[in-house]
């Protein structure tokens, strides 16, 4: 609440939320569906994004894809 004083009082003024706000925070706050990949269909779906092959091994090796999956994937060869 920000406060405002006219002449010698203090007045409380409360600032108006947009009503998307609310709907933000509950939209974040709803459970995540978990949903079963394999490894080729997470290698398929970074190549047809990517479109190449070195792309693809970088973006699915990245440390966000880590974080997403909770496995590290190294490519070999």
Do not use: H, N
Request: without cysteine; charged residues 25%.
């Amino acid at each position: 609440m920000a406060k405002t004083q006219r002449g010698g009082q203090v007045a409380k003024v409360a600032r108006r939320v947009k009503g998307t706000a609310g709907r933000a925070v509950a939209k974040a706050s709803r459970p995540v569906r978990k949903v079963q990949v394999t490894l080729g269909d997470l290698i398929a779906a970074a190549f047809d994004v990517a479109g190449e092959t070195t792309a693809a091994v970088k973006l699915v090796s990245s440390r966000a894809m880590t974080e997403a999956t909770g496995k590290q994937i190294v490519f070999v060869g």
